[in-house]
């Protein structure tokens, strides 16, 4: 063979090697792109939308018991929804409950404290280890309440309301004392608690002073004689979330049989002057009713 015809033989092998190569890649060296399909596509590009109209109550009897009600996620991709809690302004939220579901829209607990916060979240999972979660709801507060009254006996004969006596008012957060109106603290405190003849089983605060509400004494319980306490006086704790007020002198008729049913309503008596706040100014809670935890006067 002529050294000519030895290369041509040589380069035709060589073409041929490529040509193979090319046709037939080997493993590893190539990809396959398909195109994605509607159903992956819509997922990856779809929002879970946020719960709307987050609302929260407070528990009638007192305490910080709360109650959260929304309105459900509206869309197809949801899977449930989340509630959040956070404690004070500055605190990170923390999952406090996941419903699997959309038809639940409503969620109870009882925090301990009024200061937190609450939001709710939708979310979606499936089985291919996929997560999304919406933005979160409009932000809610329990309104500050009345977490407790005392009726606390101080004088000498337990279930007459005498000199020294006490009613004492604990709130479930700090409040704003100004709000209140001038705390009498010494003098004739004029009507700024009034023992009402008309209705003989409340105590009202409803002057220009002392604007706290209606306390009912109980069923067989009873004030009369003239009905204005004198020289009445009243403090606040360090807090600001507890309020004292000592009765001064007292023209009674009867004893407060049935003191342990009483209750205090805050709501602010007709002609109304103040709007009775707490410290982050919100407006006290005008449903929340909690009975007497303590010795009766």
Same mark, same amino acid.
């Given at each position: 063979?002529?050294?000519?015809?030895?290369?041509?033989?040589?380069?035709?092998?060589?073409?041929?090697?490529?040509?193979?190569?090319?046709?037939?890649?080997?493993?590893?060296?190539?990809?396959?792109?398909?195109?994605?399909?509607?159903?992956?596509?819509? !997922?990856?590009?779809?929002?879970?939308? &946020?719960?709307?109209?987050?609302?929260?109550?407070?528990?009638?009897?007192?305490?910080?018991? !709360?109650?959260?009600?929304?309105?459900?996620?509206?869309?197809?991709?949801?899977?449930?929804?989340?509630?959040?809690?956070?404690?004070?302004?500055?605190?990170?939220?923390?999952?406090?409950?996941?419903?699997?579901?959309? &038809?639940?829209?409503?969620?109870?607990?009882?925090?301990?404290?009024?200061?937190?916060?609450?939001?709710?979240?939708?979310?979606?999972?499936?089985?291919?280890?996929?997560?999304?979660? @919406?933005? %979160? @709801?409009?932000?809610?507060?329990?309104?500050?309440?009345?977490?407790?009254?005392?009726? #606390?006996?101080?004088?000498?004969?337990?279930?007459?309301?005498?000199?020294?006596?006490?009613?004492?008012? &604990?709130?479930?957060?700090?409040?704003?004392?100004?709000?209140?109106?001038?705390?009498?603290?010494?003098?004739?405190?004029?009507? %700024?608690?009034?023992?009402?003849?008309?209705?003989?089983?409340?105590?009202?605060?409803?002057?220009?002073?002392?604007? !706290?509400?209606?306390? %009912?004494?109980?069923?067989?319980?009873?004030? &009369?004689?003239?009905?204005?306490?004198?020289?009445?006086?009243?403090?606040?704790?360090?807090?600001?979330?507890?309020?004292?007020?000592?009765?001064?002198? #007292?023209?009674?008729?009867?004893?407060?049989?049935?003191?342990?049913?009483?209750?205090?309503?805050?709501?602010?008596?007709?002609?109304?002057?103040?709007?009775?706040? @707490?410290?982050? /100014? /919100?407006?006290?809670?005008?449903?929340?009713?909690?009975?007497?935890?303590?010795?009766?006067?």
């Amino acid at each position: 063979m002529s050294r000519l015809r030895a290369r041509h033989l040589v380069m035709a092998m060589i073409a041929t090697a490529f040509l193979v190569v090319a046709t037939n890649p080997m493993r590893g060296t190539s990809a396959v792109f398909s195109t994605r399909t509607t159903n992956g596509g819509t !997922i990856a590009n779809g929002v879970v939308n &946020t719960p709307t109209s987050l609302q929260v109550s407070i528990n009638t009897s007192g305490g910080t018991g !709360i109650t959260l009600l929304w309105t459900a996620t509206p869309t197809r991709w949801a899977t449930g929804e989340r509630v959040y809690r956070r404690l004070g302004l500055g605190g990170a939220f923390l999952k406090v409950a996941e419903f699997a579901n959309l &038809t639940t829209t409503t969620y109870s607990e009882d925090p301990g404290t009024s200061d937190v916060y609450y939001v709710v979240r939708g979310y979606y999972t499936n089985a291919n280890g996929g997560h999304w979660e @919406s933005r %979160d @709801s409009n932000l809610v507060k329990p309104p500050v309440h009345a977490a407790a009254l005392d009726l #606390v006996n101080k004088g000498l004969l337990a279930g007459k309301p005498e000199l020294g006596d006490q009613i004492v008012l &604990t709130f479930s957060e700090r409040m704003d004392p100004s709000s209140f109106g001038t705390c009498s603290t010494g003098g004739n405190s004029g009507m %700024d608690l009034t023992l009402n003849a008309t209705s003989p089983n409340t105590v009202v605060a409803n002057g220009g002073n002392l604007t !706290i509400g209606t306390i %009912d004494l109980g069923a067989t319980g009873y004030f &009369t004689i003239g009905g204005t306490a004198l020289n009445s006086t009243c403090s606040w704790n360090t807090a600001e979330t507890v309020l004292t007020i000592t009765l001064g002198a #007292v023209l009674n008729g009867g004893l407060v049989l049935a003191a342990h049913t009483a209750t205090y309503r805050p709501d602010i008596p007709t002609p109304a002057t103040l709007t009775v706040r @707490s410290f982050l /100014q /919100q407006d006290l809670d005008t449903t929340a009713q909690p009975t007497v935890i303590k010795v009766l006067f």
